[in-house]
């Protein structure tokens, strides 16, 4: 069975800093996606990034960025400038590229708080 | 439209309550899910359907009865649920794999379920 380990539960960065979270997992397949969801206060979870695992290159969203090392099996997030608003729990996601539908695992998350 | 809508966003039941939580989404998914989210926890898979058929029942409680009437819709049916039932309940969508493969899920902001 795959996992998503998340070994940072809080962090803290200042306004306008840079911060990295960090998640592993580990699967024994070979075509999957990963996933940072965001999830504020108001509950809603929201796709921060995606990666797929093929794709070498890492994925970048604006002010959001990926470190994907495949062969280690991580996969961690950088935001830049952080902002007010990117409070919030931080989710990584693993799901399998086979048949049929996403079945996502989660890690436990890391909850960030971004001082102004 | 890019919006999962959920319904009730908040509901309190008593462990007698027959009560149904509503979940709709038109982006043309046919994949949609329920998740299960305990306070500061990942979401848990508890059922998925596709192409509106059940396909994965996370060997969830049958207090808990899953029903997907169109491609648009997916209820969760609740009855004689107990007090550890309460939490947020996510509902998701996604295309399914093999069709316009992203690997994403869409979220809607969750219902949270009070059980006395």
């Known amino acids: 069975a795959q996992t998503v380990t998340q070994s940072q539960p809080e962090m803290s960065v200042q306004e306008a800093e840079t911060v990295t979270l960090s998640c592993t997992y580990d699967t024994s397949e070979s075509d999957y996606y990963l996933f940072w969801y965001k999830q504020p206060p108001s509950r809603q979870m929201i796709l921060v990034i995606r990666q797929e695992a093929y794709k070498q290159q890492n994925a970048t969203e604006n002010r959001f960025s990926v470190n994907f090392q495949k062969a280690a099996k991580s996969f961690s997030l950088k935001i830049s400038d952080s902002q007010l608003g990117d409070a919030a729990m931080y989710f990584c996601?693993?799901?399998?590229?086979?048949?049929?539908?996403?079945?996502?695992?989660f890690g436990k998350g890391t909850k960030l708080s971004v001082i102004p | 439209d890019t919006e999962v809508t959920q319904t009730p966003k908040h509901l309190v039941m008593g462990m007698t309550n027959k009560k149904s939580l509503k979940c709709e989404q038109h982006?043309?998914?046919?994949?949609m899910y329920w998740y299960k989210q305990k306070a500061k926890k990942p979401p848990e898979l508890m059922f998925v359907y596709s192409y509106e058929k059940l396909s994965i029942n996370e060997s969830v409680p049958s207090r808990f009865s899953p029903e997907c009437p169109n491609s648009s819709l997916l209820n969760l049916h609740l009855h004689a649920l107990q007090p550890e039932d309460s939490a947020l309940y996510l509902c998701a969508s996604s295309h399914p794999q093999g069709l316009l493969n992203t690997g994403e899920l869409f979220f809607g902001e969750g219902s949270r379920l009070t059980v006395l």
């Open positions: 982006m043309g998914h046919r994949a």
């Open positions: 996601a693993y799901t399998d590229s086979g048949a049929g539908s996403y079945q996502l695992t």
